[in-house]
């Protein structure tokens, strides 16, 4: 009997103790019950929570409540939410986030046919059901379409589907996992407008903790991350199940099973889309959300994403034992680099290691407590072989290629650099790959992005060079037409070698991914190096970065408009004169001929020197005001300024809403710098989404006080009628003597910094 009662104490004791080890914790959910949140559910249901030491209550959404605040406060240790706790990201908010359950966003604008709405341009003058605030993804569509938020009434959402078919509203924003099933029940006929349809393709219903509670409880959140995840696969791949139990259990909105069927056939769509791995998320993906968010005005500030995954945190900084050990055995790395690529790395004259990534590896060093012996090789190409035969443990600063996986694998990239086409001064803009077709092009032999143009544009004549300063004595000397490299190692070359005789004169629509690579049999030595990546602070990355980078960047405007003019005048000349040798004795139709072409002479004068989008000067005209102010100022003293002005991420602007908005923002900008400058002053487009303000009689002080005025109008300003924009500006003062190119160097790497280190600022040099 005893030994009974002792049998049931310790059995009563081990469940006791077991219940103990649960920690509690809560997930605040965005909205009620319902399969947009089965796998919470499922986990909870199937014990996967508790398998992972957790008791994890699952609190409902009540009005009042934000997740981003619960979680920054301490009310619930997780929670999920929309893509646009991005902007509480934005505004200083600690979050993290560990999963995006779904790729896209199940927002979509529904109409019934019966209202003979067929596309977005339809919207006009129409009525919309939705809260005031409507989606980001739902009015980006609709402004992509030419409809803005003045053309449609905004109304009180009722949240009934039938309200489409009783004539109350024409629109409502829904969720194609809901409301469309409803409509249909209703025996309405659904016509769907899906953000993702038009390009924007946002993540919805992320699951969040804050990054306190991560640093404090890592593997806890990792627990965490992986049971839910377990919970929505188990989900997915048992629906029937998975709805009966939310029907009887979780069924505050008293949703019939068939209804929770279709949100569950249509959520698992976006669970999957576009990829394998149930809550995939990137920053790429995110940067590209807050951009969009940035150029409606919702936000104004850049974004910092370091910090704001999952993978980026300590669990993956941390060496294990094992790395430990193998770091103890090796006592040191060998690593090879690219012997003539500064400013990332060379060997100096006395074959001293220098550049960006020796400053890289020192820091790696410091982290890792080990050391790295760069192996000296007289060429890339000779770095590759080494590799190959294992003369070196790791590339510095490597991109990855498929024919590199063959004896490489390759952390994820600590720099990523913008390709650059360079050429002789007097080649146009190149404004597209596609204007370099057929052209002899230089790229150094077994460099990653030439593997990878050839695949993408097997148009271009692409011709291998031993290395950069083999590549640009070549298009000095006439032999190639350019040469495509990195933004920075080309510009760190021309200041140096090539300063008025060669310029980059485009931008090639790709940038240099890179990363370490490391030999593909040594996977502890992958995983450590990636570590040791993850390590770098975004403060040690940016005092690196900037101690190299100084890049004189010139955009050219392509003078081919010109040349058709002068052609046009040419011909135009050419019929007035046989005109005038075939009716000699008509002097009063000669003479009416010669005044019309004194007209067209001063129209062709006039469109020779003027943009023809924003009715500014172009750059022909510019360059000759600045020799004009230079003679002005070397004879008579005083001075002039020079301001070199970008839009901000204007790429994004053509590339979301399309050209014709573009243009328009070029054009209300124009507009803004005549309005805001002296009658004095000279106003230009550079090139591009570039303008120059030539402004005489203007000391250091006082340009930039006239660039901040300018600056703020302009960030006040609503272009468009819809959206905000930044400009960054580049600023220098002529000095008596020096060359104009000098002062126009200055005012572009000046501009450059403002770029590199924010965008929205001025800087003067």
């Known amino acids: 009997m005893k030994l009974l009662q002792l049998f049931l104490f310790l059995l009563l004791l081990t469940f006791t103790l077991s219940a103990q080890e649960l920690k509690k914790v809560s997930l605040q959910l965005q909205w009620k019950y319902q399969f947009q949140f089965a796998g919470y559910i499922m986990a909870k249901e199937k014990g996967f929570y508790k398998e992972a030491g957790l008791d994890v209550t699952l609190k409902e959404w009540q009005p009042g409540i934000r997740m981003e605040n619960d979680v920054i406060q301490g009310k619930s240790e997780y929670a999920t939410c929309r893509a646009s706790s991005l902007i509480d990201i934005s505004n200083g908010k600690k979050i993290v986030y560990l999963a995006s359950i779904f790729q896209s966003s199940p927002l979509v604008v529904l109409a019934d046919k019966s209202s003979h709405i067929k596309n977005i341009q339809d919207f006009k003058h129409k009525r919309i059901m939705a809260t005031r605030d409507i989606d980001v993804s739902l009015f980006s569509m609709m402004y992509s379409q030419g409809i803005m938020s003045q053309d449609i009434q905004v109304i009180q959402p009722s949240f009934n589907p039938a309200d489409l078919l009783n004539g109350k509203t024409d629109l409502i924003a829904a969720y194609v996992s809901n409301e469309v ?27 969040i903790t804050s990054q306190e509670y991560l640093k404090d409880n890592p593997q806890e959140v990792k627990r965490f991350r992986n049971a839910s995840l377990e919970g929505w696969k188990y989900a997915f791949e048992h629906i029937d199940e998975t709805v009966d139990i939310i029907y009887n259990k979780y ?35 995110l940067q590209r959300i807050y951009d969009v968010y940035k150029l409606l005005g919702l936000v104004q500030k850049e974004i910092d994403l370091r910090g704001t995954l999952f993978s980026d945190y300590a ?3 941390e060496l294990t034992t094992k790395e430990k050990e193998y770091l103890a ?6 690593m090879c680099i690219d012997p ?26 410091k982290t890792l407590a080990t050391n790295f012996r760069v192996i000296p090789t007289k060429t890339w190409t000779q770095s590759i072989e080494f590799a190959k035969e294992r003369k070196c443990d790791i590339f510095s600063l490597a991109m990855e290629t498929p024919k590199r996986k063959e004896y490489m694998n390759f952390t994820s990239p600590y720099l990523v650099i913008p390709l650059v086409v360079a050429t002789k001064l007097e080649v146009p803009f190149v404004s597209d790959i596609k204007d370099l077709e057929k052209k002899k092009i230089g790229i150094c032999k077994g460099y990653a992005f030439a593997e990878l143009l050839k695949m993408k544009y097997p148009f271009l004549n692409i011709v291998e060079v031993e290395d950069i300063d083999d590549g640009l004595r070549r298009v000095s000397d006439g032999e190639l037409f350019g040469y495509i490299g990195t933004l920075a190692s080309i510009g760190y070359k021309l200041q140096n070698n090539y300063i008025g005789k060669l310029k980059i004169t485009g931008k090639i629509e790709e940038s240099w991914t890179l990363g370490i690579g490391v030999r593909n049999d ?5 995983s450590i190096l990636q570590k040791a990546v993850n390590s770098l602070s975004q403060e040690e990355n940016r005092k690196i970065f900037n101690k190299w980078i100084s890049i004189k960047y010139d955009k050219e405007v392509d003078y081919m408009i010109l040349w058709k003019v002068i052609a046009f005048f040419i011909f135009i000349f050419a ?35 003027t943009d023809k989008l924003t009715q500014l000067y172009n750059r022909h005209k510019l360059d000759e005001v600045l020799q004009a102010e230079k003679n002005r100022v070397d004879r008579y003293g005083g001075s002039f300024g020079i301001i070199i002005l970008d839009i901000d991420y204007f790429k994004i602007i053509n590339d979301t809403y399309g050209h014709h908005v573009g243009d328009i923002v070029l054009q209300e900008l124009s507009t803004l710098l005549r309005e805001n400058s002296r009658a004095s002053d000279t106003i230009g487009r550079w090139g591009g989404e570039e303008f120059l303000i030539i402004a005489p009689n203007l000391s250091e002080d006082d340009i930039e006080n006239f660039a901040q005025n300018i600056k703020d109008k302009i960030s006040k300003y609503l272009f468009n009628n819809t959206h905000k924009i930044t ?30 280190s924010g965008r929205d600022k001025i800087t003067l040099k």
């Open 181 to 207: 099933y409803v409509l249909k029940s209703l025996g309405g006929k659904p016509v769907i407008f899906n953000p993702k349809d038009y390009g924007f393709d946002f993540y919805s219903d992320l699951l």
């Open 251 to 285: 069924n505050s909105l008293h949703k019939t099973k068939e209804a929770l069927r279709y949100e569950a056939e249509e959520l698992k769509k976006l669970a999957y889309y576009g990829t394998d791995t149930l809550g995939s998320i990137n920053k790429q993906k």
């Open 315 to 317: 669990l993956d900084t």
């Open 329 to 334: 055995k090796r006592q040191e790395i060998t």
């Open 340 to 365: 003539n690529w500064m400013p990332f790395e060379h060997f100096s004259e006395d074959g001293k290691y220098e550049g960006m990534t020796a400053d890289y590896f020192q820091a790696f060093e």
């Open 522 to 526: 040594e996977p502890l030595l992958l």
């Open 575 to 609: 019929v007035g004169y046989l005109l005038y040798r075939k009716q000699q004795r008509l002097k009063e139709s000669l003479q009416e001929a010669n005044d019309k072409l004194e007209v067209a002479y001063e129209a062709l004068q006039e469109i020779a020197i």
């Open 727 to 756: 400009v960054s500006m580049g600023l220098s003062v002529y000095h008596i003597e020096e060359d104009v190119e000098k002062s126009l160097v200055r005012a572009d790497n000046a501009l450059y910094i403002s770029k590199n």
